[in-house]
């Protein structure tokens, strides 16, 4: 569905959109063509790029055909490619009909139609790919993460039972990073390492494990593992679990070896001897000795090693790769091309004339500069030399090579500032005893019983005090708690405005447990005395008359909403109105009487131009 939709907004982006029934019939006919045309050129182009990128099973490597054939299953593989040539070619003929009777179309109306019906049939055709398309990106994923093996090139192959130490051998002598565990069929595919040895590269190849069973049983795991036997020339390393850790007898193993051992035909082979760290074949009982001691005579190698000790490996490694450059010589020796090589070689021999002996001559004037040259001085010991001599000792101290006008102050410290402050001023060196004498001291107080609490001496004037104290802040507790609970929206008065009454002061003051009697002579008595006597209100003087004209009329201005009204009825009667009138203009939204903005209800963005195919009203 996505290739489809991607082709056809290519489609709609990439050829010209518009078209009117009025133009000469050919303009119209070629319009429409070339959508057509346009379509089955993308579609086409896709579907050759698939059928050219997937590998061709005839022409790759056997080994890869194989390989692909145990994991994606060959005659699948051939048939979806296979309906993907033939979407294709229908797509292209499609195309071709279309355009061919598009030629007869005599309005814009049927060429349209045609056009449609084109695309339509192009787009059912590879709706109907779904499934190959599907199981070939599978396997284009698949492929992608498939390690590169090169099946010419100089190979280790590692094979066995499972568990018996292969991915760990692999990890040892190259820079793969192979999954190791303690159970079996850890590696499920192929993976591939490459290390350096008489400077060339060599490629090490880690299978799956292999179970003694018949071929046509064994599972899409091994069958990796047998297909890269069968195919890669290289020196196979047998890997065989002395200790028999990983589940399975050396007889067991050794039946497995005789089982596949056609497929080690004509290639080096080495028995790996793994897991010597937890049994050496000399510790074995003479019946598994003795399958050893006929590999040895059969001229097979027989190598102990330990992965986890490294014993061996090296061994191992050396021995196949020599093994494996040997055969590789002896077989470019036997093969054709190497008469024509050998034709264009010539290495001469000189013989010898006489036996007197002819060294090397080296002029006198050479040899008395190379004595000039030599000191008697002892050698300077290096950095490196110290290193080797001193092992895990060794320190690399530079400040010792430090060239200073004073050589002993070449180990002082150096001091360390932070923001213009030299740290080492803020940092006392007897601290620690300091703590520890300060502690000493604690620990005496405690028990002389200094901290301990002395409430028994307190009197009962100083209890009644503290439960006065307790009192009051339960009390002033629950108020704050009161206050909380109060719903008020208004605006709050401040506490300095608000007047307590002295009776209500009294009152709360007795209820917390004071004595309020004879209390006339206190500061709030004086004080509420005082006020009441400023705010009493005194009796209001006949106002003199009015001096000037504009004073008496300030005076006498009634409010605006007032002036003119007659009386009460007249008042409301005029409010009413007023509200009215402002009736449409909050309807409208406006901000005030002088808002004239007028809205535009047909935005030209939305409403202009080129309108695209599906529904005209506005978001």
Same mark, same amino acid.
Not at 193 to 199: I, N, Q, V
Not at 551 to 565: C, E, L, Y
Not at 571 to 591: A, D, F, H, I, P
């Given at each position: 569905?996505?290739?489809?939709?991607?082709?056809?907004?290519?489609?709609?982006?990439?050829?010209?959109?518009?078209?009117?029934?009025?133009?000469?019939?050919?303009?119209?006919?070629?319009?429409?063509?070339?959508?057509?045309?346009?379509?089955?050129?993308?579609?086409?182009?896709?579907?050759?790029?698939?059928?050219?990128?997937?590998?061709?099973?005839?022409?790759?490597?056997?080994?890869?055909?194989?390989?692909?054939?145990?994991?994606?299953?060959?005659?699948?593989?051939?048939?979806?490619?296979?309906?993907?040539?033939?979407?294709?070619?229908?797509?292209?003929?499609?195309?071709?009909?279309?355009?061919?009777?598009?030629?007869?179309?005599?309005?814009?109306?049927?060429?349209?139609?045609?056009?449609?019906?084109?695309?339509?049939?192009?787009?059912?055709?590879?709706?109907?790919?779904?499934?190959?398309?599907?199981?070939?990106?599978?396997?284009?994923?698949?492929?992608?993460?498939?390690?590169?093996?090169?099946?010419?090139?100089?190979?280790?192959?590692?094979?066995?039972?499972?568990?018996?130490?292969?991915?760990?051998?692999?990890?040892?002598?190259?820079?793969?990073?192979?999954?190791?565990?303690?159970?079996?069929?850890?590696?499920?595919?192929?993976?591939?390492?490459?290390?350096?040895?008489?400077?060339?590269?060599?490629?090490?190849?880690?299978?799956?494990?292999?179970?003694?069973?018949?071929?046509?049983?064994?599972?899409?795991?091994?069958?990796?593992?047998?297909?890269?036997?069968?195919?890669?020339?290289?020196?196979?390393?047998?890997?065989?679990?002395?200790?028999?850790?990983?589940?399975?007898?050396?007889?067991?193993?050794?039946?497995?070896?005789?089982?596949?051992?056609?497929?080690?035909?004509?290639?080096?082979?080495?028995?790996?001897?793994?897991?010597?760290?937890?049994?050496?074949?000399?510790?074995?009982?003479?019946?598994?000795?003795?399958?050893?001691?006929?590999?040895?005579?059969?001229?097979?190698?027989?190598?102990?090693?330990?992965?986890?000790?490294?014993?061996?490996?090296?061994?191992?490694?050396?021995?196949?790769?020599?093994?494996?450059?040997?055969?590789?010589?002896?077989?470019?020796?036997?093969?054709?091309?190497?008469?024509?090589?050998?034709?264009?070689?010539?290495?001469?021999?000189?013989?010898?004339?006489?036996?007197?002996?002819?060294?090397?001559?080296?002029?006198?004037?050479?040899?008395?500069?190379?004595?000039?040259?030599?000191?008697?001085?002892?050698?300077?010991?290096?950095?490196?030399?110290?290193?080797?001599?001193?092992?895990?000792?060794?320190?690399?101290?530079?400040?010792?090579?430090?060239?200073?006008?004073?050589?002993?102050?070449?180990?002082?410290?150096?001091?360390?500032?932070?923001?213009?402050?030299?740290?080492?001023?803020?940092?006392?060196?007897?601290?620690?005893?300091?703590?520890?004498?300060?502690?000493?001291?604690?620990?005496?107080?405690?028990?002389?019983?200094?901290?301990?609490?002395?409430?028994?001496?307190?009197?009962?004037?100083?209890?009644?005090?503290?439960?006065?104290?307790?009192?009051?802040?339960?009390?002033?507790?629950?108020?704050?708690?009161?206050?909380?609970?109060?719903?008020?929206?208004?605006?709050?008065?401040?506490?300095?405005?608000?007047?307590?009454?002295?009776?209500?002061?009294?009152?709360?003051?007795?209820?917390?447990?004071? #004595?309020?009697?004879?209390? @006339?002579?206190?500061?709030?008595? *004086?004080? !509420?005395?005082?006020?009441? =006597?400023? +705010?009493?209100? $005194?009796?209001?003087?006949?106002?003199?008359?009015?001096?000037?004209?504009?004073?008496?009329?300030?005076?006498?201005?009634?409010?605006?909403?007032?002036?003119?009204?007659?009386?009460?009825?007249?008042?409301?009667?005029?409010?009413?109105?007023?509200?009215?009138?402002?009736?449409?203009?909050?309807?409208?939204?406006?901000?005030?009487?002088? #808002?004239?903005?007028?809205? @535009?209800?047909?935005?030209?963005? *939305?409403? !202009?131009?080129?309108?695209? =195919?599906? +529904?005209?009203? $506005?978001?």
């Amino acid at each position: 569905q996505e290739f489809i939709d991607i082709t056809l907004s290519k489609t709609q982006r990439k050829t010209p959109t518009v078209i009117h029934k009025h133009y000469q019939i050919h303009r119209i006919r070629h319009f429409y063509m070339r959508k057509v045309k346009y379509t089955q050129q993308n579609y086409h182009d896709r579907l050759s790029q698939i059928l050219t990128d997937f590998p061709k099973l005839d022409d790759i490597h056997p080994f890869y055909a194989d390989l692909m054939n145990v994991l994606y299953d060959k005659d699948h593989y051939k048939l979806a490619l296979g309906q993907i040539n033939i979407a294709k070619n229908l797509i292209d003929n499609v195309a071709k009909d279309y355009v061919r009777l598009m030629k007869y179309g005599d309005s814009l109306y049927r060429c349209k139609q045609l056009k449609r019906a084109a695309l339509g049939r192009m787009c059912t055709i590879l709706k109907r790919q779904k499934q190959s398309l599907e199981y070939l990106e599978q396997v284009r994923q698949h492929l992608s993460r498939l390690p590169t093996i090169d099946p010419n090139t100089r190979t280790l192959l590692l094979c066995g039972y499972p568990n018996v130490g292969k991915s760990s051998f692999i990890n040892k002598v190259t820079r793969a990073d192979v999954e190791v565990q303690p159970y079996a069929f850890t590696t499920k595919s192929l993976f591939v390492g490459h290390m350096d040895y008489k400077y060339l590269r060599w490629q090490v190849v880690d299978t799956p494990g292999i179970l003694d069973h018949p071929l046509e049983e064994r599972n899409t795991i091994e069958m990796q593992a047998i297909t890269a036997l069968a195919h890669l020339r290289s020196a196979v390393l047998y890997v065989m679990d002395v200790s028999e850790q990983c589940g399975h007898t050396l007889e067991q193993q050794l039946e497995l070896f005789n089982n596949i051992r056609p497929l080690f035909a004509n290639k080096p082979l080495i028995i790996v001897a793994n897991k010597c760290d937890v049994k050496r074949i000399s510790e074995l009982s003479e019946e598994n000795q003795k399958i050893f001691a006929d590999f040895t005579a059969e001229g097979i190698p027989v190598v102990e090693t330990s992965t986890l000790t490294d014993e061996g490996v090296i061994k191992v490694k050396t021995e196949a790769c020599d093994k494996l450059l040997a055969h590789r010589v002896d077989t470019k020796m036997k093969g054709k091309k190497v008469q024509d090589v050998l034709n264009r070689l010539h290495l001469a021999v000189p013989a010898k004339r006489d036996e007197k002996e002819r060294p090397p001559f080296i002029p006198e004037g050479a040899l008395a500069r190379r004595k000039a040259m030599e000191v008697d001085a002892p050698k300077r010991k290096l950095e490196k030399d110290l290193e080797m001599e001193l092992g895990d000792d060794y320190i690399l101290d530079l400040q010792k090579y430090w060239d200073l006008m004073n050589a002993e102050e070449k180990q002082d410290i150096i001091p360390e500032i932070w923001e213009g402050h030299n740290i080492a001023d803020y940092i006392d060196p007897d601290i620690m005893k300091k703590l520890e004498e300060l502690e000493k001291e604690e620990e005496l107080k405690e028990k002389a019983g200094e901290y301990d609490s002395d409430e028994e001496l307190e009197d009962e004037e100083m209890q009644e005090t503290r439960q006065l104290a307790k009192q009051i802040r339960e009390k002033k507790k629950l108020k704050i708690l009161a206050s909380k609970e109060k719903d008020v929206h208004g605006p709050r008065m401040p506490r300095t405005i608000k007047k307590v009454e002295r009776k209500t002061l009294e009152k709360e003051m007795g209820s917390l447990g004071l #004595d309020m009697t004879n209390k @006339d002579e206190s500061h709030y008595a *004086l004080q !509420a005395r005082r006020s009441r =006597s400023v +705010t009493r209100k $005194r009796k209001r003087e006949a106002s003199e008359a009015p001096t000037s004209r504009t004073r008496s009329q300030s005076a006498s201005r009634p409010p605006r909403d007032v002036s003119g009204v007659r009386d009460t009825k007249m008042l409301k009667k005029v409010k009413t109105m007023m509200k009215n009138s402002q009736k449409e203009m909050n309807r409208m939204g406006k901000k005030g009487e002088a #808002d004239r903005h007028v809205f @535009d209800l047909k935005p030209k963005h *939305l409403l !202009a131009g080129k309108r695209k =195919s599906g +529904t005209t009203d $506005r978001r």
